[in-house]
């Protein structure tokens, strides 16, 4: 069946229905008839989607649902999504689903594979075809067993750091708990020379069949993790555990690790202890991995590799210049700054303070910038009573003369500080729009221009 079959419509069912009565063939440029949707459903896309459309969903969809030995149904999901890519990524086997739908896939239509058997393709050789082999999900899939691990899984600590620690650098030491390999049993959890029995409820394949439901009235079998024996295929009798580790094959161990915070590292960045975390029999131990989280500081303000701080100054500061220590930077140091004569500062200026910002992660000698936002301190009413005003308002400049031409009425109101945050306190539905008091919901009439 070709594009034109796949764009369907339910224009003439009836016929449809006639010719496949009386085995006749079909002209799918004058006749089209739906086709069953679960497949592309399952990757999210539309029947008439090209190669390159599911290639991409089944990418998205491979990444959300990849297998996860803490969900038993991921590797179910996964399942689905891999036989429904391997039957649409063939030219074949596409063309065979839409014209038998699963019917055609469990008969072997135009040498399509079955959907049950994925036609011997291993789903994870379908994302490693995909993604790469360099993904490190970690998983690995043999003949007959569900997922199992090529890796011990990751420990993830999230660490609370100061602006001070980023950018000045810190070692930190810290006791931590790990799982290792219990040193009675070597990871065997079998207590002597016992040795597990094979697991009843999967007869020792460690995956049991699941069926499931791809549509009303067709159903699906799939492989599934034995939730009895967690994959292994295989179990202990209770009396032939280890006394140490209860058959669990690994014991809880308090270890002291050290990680260093290096100057400019960013917020969210990750330090990875390679080899740092728990140990499983049979596969190499997991990471530490810390992931840092800036606390907020109280006066600077971070943006890449840049910084932002707001410093007071006063009026006589503003009018007649400074020189003077503004800030004491995160090491500790002053820092000194003359502004130049004859400037005037305004409210709202800023400076910068070029190579006074974050150290530069990895080339710690370059810095970004600090930013200094300027706000000038007026005096308060005291500082008036202390001064000669009338000789303060010769040297300052002249005030604002009177309106000119003065309006021809003149109202006198009293002057009363106020909050302009309250300039938005009023409630918008006290506004009324004339054209929502029209009857009937009707739109108002245009009015000529």
Known sequence: MGANARQLTLARPELWQILQLLSLPVIYSSLVLPVERELYDLLGVQPDATADEIKKAYRKKAREHHPNPDDPTAHQRFQEM??????????????????????????????????????????????????????????????????????????????????????????????????????????????????????????????????????????????????????????LREKDRCKKCKGNKTVKEKTRQEIYIERGMADRQRIVLAGAGDEEPGVPPGDVIFTLKTRQHESFERSGNDLLTTVHITLSEALLGFSR??????????????????????????????????????????????????????????????????????????????????????????????????????DEDDWEDEEDDDDDGMEPECRTQ
């Open 82 to 235: 891999a036989a429904a890519y391997e039957i649409l990524s063939s030219v074949e086997s596409r063309e065979a689903y839409d014209t038998f739908g699963m019917e055609g896939m469990s008969r072997g239509g135009a040498s399509g594979p079955g959907f049950g058997g994925m036609g011997g393709m291993d789903p994870a050789d379908i994302f490693a075809e995909l993604f790469g082999a360099s993904m490190g999900f970690g998983f690995d899939y043999g003949p007959s067993r569900g997922p199992r691990r090529t890796k011990g899984q990751d420990s993830h600590i999230p660490y609370e750091v100061t602006l001070e620690d980023l950018y000045n650098g810190k070692t930190v030491k810290m006791n931590m708990e790990k799982e290792v390999v219990c040193g009675i049993c070597k990871g065997t959890g079998a207590k002597g020379n016992a040795k597990p029995k094979p697991c009843v409820k999967c007869e020792g394949k460690g995956w049991t069949n699941v069926t499931t439901s791809l549509a009303p009235g067709r159903l699906g079998t799939h492989r599934a993790m034995c939730p009895e024996c967690e994959g292994v295929g295989e179990k």
């Open 325 to 426: 220590i503004l800030i004491t930077h995160l090491d500790g140091r002053g820092i000194h700054v003359t502004s130049p004569r004859g400037k005037i500062i305004k409210p709202g200026d800023s400076i910068i303070l070029r190579g006074e910002g974050m150290p530069v992660h990895k080339t710690p000698d370059h810095k970004g910038n600090l930013y200094v936002m300027l706000e000038i301190d007026m005096p308060d009413e005291s500082w008036l009573k202390t001064i000669d005003t009338k000789a303060l308002a010769n040297i300052l400049p002249p005030k604002k003369p009177e309106m000119d031409p003065k309006p021809a009425v003149v109202d006198e109101v009293p002057f009363e500080e106020s909050d302009i945050v309250d300039f938005a306190g009023g």
